[in-house]
């Protein structure tokens, strides 16, 4: 048993299908998982944090045969843009496994053979009606309208042969288990749902799949593959070494502390995992916690919708820490809840630009300006400020503890609106002009100061390089980095350099021309990694020749530009583009430029756009208009 000194903490997100790229639901659940792993290191746990994909079965071979390449290469693809994900969001993971690796392919064979030795697995034919967008066979019971429960996807009739794995045999264990351990599902609710679907009966559950062909052959048949649940969830064990010759990490780490999932694959995670596990004679793991869903304005995002929110622009313009603000602030964590731009707006705008960094601003103005650019020379000992920041602290910790980062994040911003009552109610300004810097004005500034490093490190797991710029000015040494006691602020040392505003306020109205700009290029981007098209297909897009006839600026826009266009139409078209940052109105002016003619129009800032122009995309983001190598009369077709 490894030399188990410290506490660990190991943490799971569910591993992640590789048929499409992800989107905000994804990230959700990483950068929940990346948050508590930052907190638990940060309160002295050695954390083990896992996440990975999840490449075998149905979906993935089928999305696969439509872009006409092998599963392995779409895979390869997804997961490409997983790590780029994860590097942009500041994860950080201890481990990534992929189903598709030797060691993941090992630990579900071993797992299969200890169910087997357990007299837990026996061959029967198995039919049922069958959900391929689920990976899951319903029984007739369970469907709505003659369709899956979950989606209301299609299903079919299947027989096939395929091994069986004895759950019935688990009900009464595992109502046993949930009896003694009350907290091992959280929200309450939801155990309470996995309890009662328990009590309502277990039949046994059909593990192979004799029909598919991308999956992990069955050990000893590989007529079969491995039921890609089996194969999946079997990733919390494989990447601890489960099945291979060294179980330092394993003995050091398993049982997991916490499976975090949303809440559909609740019932895979606290049923049948479970059951897995007690088979294999393999300890449960301690909590699954099962979060709500992330709408889109209220809706279900789903691609036939058309509403799926990659926010690549998001984290393009104001990098990681505002959308992983906006994540743990916005949710009640385990209820659901609904994304949009204008409520990301304007939390960013009144939490981090007003609410964090005018406090920050304020406080460190004065001080620099009173104390020479140094810390004052004298703490406080006892101070109202104190007393509130204490209070945050506590409620901070409690609801961290709790995973309640929604309250925990009141607290902190509570504090910071503390901080500026309490600079309004003293006025240092009034003090330093009667006193000058006065022992009085050093603690009350001290106040202020030591509780904006406490806000930092509260805030640090959630935004870790908003943490570290105030750190970048506040003097403080790696404890102070992390402590939240009182009084770790050292008196009279030098400020680091002003780093300027924290969270630079954002216009709204351009905000949003521009995020429609910007929508518009990435979901180019991302069905070009994705999808090929067909030549039918690419046929059905309009592009001509047009020829500018007048260019000016969209008031208020740094980046949009109206044009009117000659397309040879008999008048003229407008079009708004995003060019204004590398172009100026005037240069645009006699130019012949490509148009997609054929575009659904869109208003930005009030304008209507009917069109689109093409243009090339430098490594820095600017755009270069594509214009034909010869005068050609505009209305000229391009293919
Ligand atoms: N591969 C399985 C998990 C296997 S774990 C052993 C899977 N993958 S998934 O890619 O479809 O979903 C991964 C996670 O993303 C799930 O926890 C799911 O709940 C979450 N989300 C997908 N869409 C979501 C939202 N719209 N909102 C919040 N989370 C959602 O299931």
């Given at each position: 048993?490894?030399?188990?000194?410290?506490?660990?903490?190991?943490?799971?997100?569910?591993?992640?299908?590789?048929?499409?790229?992800?989107?905000?639901?994804?990230?959700?659940?990483?950068?929940?998982?990346?948050?508590?792993?930052?907190?638990?290191?940060?309160?002295?746990?050695?954390?083990?944090?896992?996440?990975?994909?999840?490449?075998?079965?149905?979906?993935?071979?089928?999305?696969?045969?439509?872009?006409?390449?092998?599963?392995?290469?779409?895979?390869?693809?997804?997961?490409?843009?997983?790590?780029?994900?994860?590097?942009?969001?500041?994860?950080?993971?201890?481990?990534?496994?992929?189903?598709?690796?030797?060691?993941?392919?090992?630990?579900?064979?071993?797992?299969?053979?200890?169910?087997?030795?357990?007299?837990?697995?026996?061959?029967?034919?198995?039919?049922?009606?069958?959900?391929?967008?689920?990976?899951?066979?319903?029984?007739?019971?369970?469907?709505?309208?003659?369709?899956?429960?979950?989606?209301?996807?299609?299903?079919?009739?299947?027989?096939?042969?395929?091994?069986?794995?004895r759950l019935s045999a688990y009900q009464e264990k595992l109502l046993a288990f949930y009896?003694?351990?009350?907290?091992?599902?959280?929200?309450?609710?939801?155990?309470?749902?996995?309890v009662?679907f328990v009590e309502g009966g277990l039949k046994d559950l059909?593990?192979?799949?004799?029909?598919?062909?991308?999956?992990?052959?069955?050990?000893?048949?590989?007529?079969?593959?491995?039921?890609?649940?089996?194969?999946?969830?079997?990733?919390?064990?494989?990447?601890?070494?489960?099945?291979?010759?060294?179980?330092?990490?394993?003995?050091?780490?398993?049982?997991?502390?916490?499976?975090?999932?949303?809440?559909?694959?609740?019932?895979?995670?606290?049923v049948y995992?479970p059951a897995?596990?007690m088979?294999?004679?393999?300890?449960?793991?301690?909590?699954?916690?099962?979060?709500?869903?992330?709408?889109?304005?209220?809706?279900?995002?789903?691609?036939?919708?058309?509403?799926?929110?990659?926010?690549?622009?998001?984290?393009?313009?104001?990098?990681?820490?505002?959308?992983?603000?906006?994540?743990?602030?916005?949710?009640?964590?385990?209820?659901?809840?609904?994304?949009?731009?204008?409520?990301?707006?304007?939390?960013?705008?009144?939490?981090?630009?007003?609410?964090?960094?005018?406090?920050?601003?304020?406080?460190?103005?004065?001080?620099?300006?009173?104390?020479?650019?140094?810390?004052?020379?004298?703490?406080?000992?006892?101070?109202?400020?104190?007393?509130?920041?204490?209070?945050?602290?506590?409620?901070?910790?409690?609801?961290?503890?709790?995973?309640?980062?929604?309250?925990?994040?009141?607290?902190?911003?509570?504090?910071?609106?503390?901080?500026?009552?309490?600079?309004?109610?003293?006025?240092?300004?009034?003090?330093?002009?009667?006193?000058?810097?006065?022992?009085?004005?050093?603690?009350?500034?001290?106040?202020?100061?030591?509780?904006?490093?406490?806000?930092?490190?509260?805030?640090?797991?959630?935004?870790?390089?908003?943490?570290?710029?105030?750190?970048?000015?506040?003097?403080?040494?790696?404890?102070?980095?992390?402590?939240?006691?009182?009084?770790?602020?050292?008196?009279?040392?030098?400020?680091?350099?002003?780093?300027?505003?924290?969270?630079?306020?954002?216009?709204?109205?351009?905000?949003?021309?521009?995020?429609?700009?910007?929508?518009?290029?990435?979901?180019?981007?991302?069905?070009?990694?994705?999808?090929?098209?067909?030549?039918?297909?690419?046929?059905?897009?309009?592009?001509?020749?047009?020829?500018?006839?007048?260019?000016?600026?969209?008031?208020?826009?740094?980046?949009?530009?109206?044009?009117?266009?000659?397309?040879?139409?008999?008048?003229?078209?407008?079009?708004?583009?995003?060019?204004?940052?590398?172009?100026?109105?005037?240069?645009?002016?006699?130019?012949?430029?490509?148009?997609?003619?054929?575009?659904?129009?869109?208003?930005?800032?009030?304008?209507?756009?009917?069109?689109?122009?093409?243009?090339?995309?430098?490594?820095?983001?600017?755009?270069?208009?594509?214009?034909?190598?010869?005068?050609?009369?505009?209305?000229?077709?391009?293919?």
């Open positions: 048993m490894g030399g188990c000194v410290g506490r660990t903490f190991y943490i799971t997100t569910p591993i992640y299908y590789v048929n499409d790229l992800p989107h905000i639901g994804h990230m959700y659940t990483t950068v929940v998982a990346d948050v508590l792993a930052r907190f638990k290191r940060m309160r002295g746990f050695e954390v083990f944090f896992l996440t990975g994909t999840d490449e075998h079965g149905q979906k993935i071979e089928r999305a696969a045969r439509e872009q006409g390449i092998p599963p392995q290469a779409l895979a390869d693809q997804v997961v490409g843009r997983y790590h780029e994900l994860w590097r942009e969001l500041a994860i950080t993971h201890d481990d990534f496994i992929r189903t598709t690796q030797e060691r993941h392919k090992a630990g579900v064979r071993e797992l299969i053979r200890r169910m087997s030795e357990a007299g837990d697995i026996y061959k029967a034919s198995y039919e049922g009606w069958y959900c391929a967008g689920c990976e899951s066979f319903y029984p007739e019971t369970q469907l709505k309208d003659g369709r899956c429960p979950d989606f209301g996807h299609p299903v079919e009739r299947l027989a096939e042969e395929s091994y069986f794995f009896r003694e351990n009350p907290d091992f599902v959280r929200p309450a609710s939801r155990f309470n749902e996995v009662r059909s593990i192979s799949r004799a029909s598919l062909r991308w999956g992990i052959p069955w050990p000893g048949d590989d007529r079969h593959v491995v039921y890609v649940w089996v194969d999946a969830l079997t990733n919390y064990i494989s990447a601890l070494g489960f099945g291979s010759e060294n179980q330092d990490r394993f003995q050091r780490f398993w049982p997991a502390d916490l499976h975090l999932v949303g809440k559909d694959i609740l019932r895979f995670h606290c995992w897995f596990l088979s294999a004679g393999v300890p449960l793991p301690k909590q699954v916690f099962g979060h709500g869903w992330w709408l889109k304005d209220e809706k279900k995002m789903s691609k036939s919708l058309g509403n799926v929110v990659r926010p690549d622009y998001l984290i393009r313009q104001f990098g990681a820490d505002p959308l992983r603000y906006f994540f743990l602030r916005e949710m009640t964590f385990g209820q659901d809840a609904s994304f949009s731009d204008e409520g990301f707006l304007s939390r960013y705008n009144a939490d981090l630009a007003n609410g964090l960094g005018n406090t920050f601003a304020r406080v460190m103005a004065m001080v620099r300006r009173y104390f020479d650019g140094k810390t004052p020379p004298e703490a406080c000992g006892e101070s109202t400020l104190r007393a509130k920041a204490e209070e945050a602290v506590a409620r901070y910790l409690e609801s961290m503890e709790g995973y309640e980062f929604h309250r925990a994040l009141e607290a902190v911003w509570e504090l910071l609106s503390a901080v500026d009552g309490y600079v309004t109610e003293k006025a240092p300004w009034g003090i330093f002009k009667a006193e000058g810097a006065s022992g009085r004005l050093s603690r009350i500034m001290y106040n202020c100061l030591e509780s904006l490093r406490l806000v930092a490190v509260m805030i640090s797991p959630v935004m870790p390089g908003t943490a570290d710029k105030v750190f970048a000015a506040l003097p403080t040494d790696d404890a102070g980095k992390k402590q939240l006691a009182w009084g770790m602020l050292p008196v009279s040392a030098a400020l680091g350099p002003d780093q300027g505003p924290l969270f630079p306020k954002v216009d709204d109205k351009a905000f949003f021309a521009e995020v429609k700009v910007s929508e518009q290029v990435s979901e180019q981007g991302s069905t070009q990694q994705s999808e090929l098209v067909s030549i039918e297909e690419f046929a059905r897009i309009k592009l001509v020749v047009g020829k500018v006839v007048t260019a000016e600026r969209v008031p208020k826009s740094k980046k949009l530009v109206r044009l009117e266009v000659d397309l040879g139409e008999g008048q003229l078209r407008q079009i708004v583009a995003g060019i204004g940052g590398s172009y100026q109105p005037e240069e645009l002016l006699g130019k012949l430029i490509v148009v997609v003619a054929n575009l659904k129009p869109a208003t930005l800032m009030g304008v209507e756009s009917r069109g689109m122009l093409l243009a090339a995309t430098l490594p820095d983001g600017s755009p270069v208009l594509l214009t034909p190598e010869k005068d050609v009369p505009p209305g000229a077709g391009v293919k």
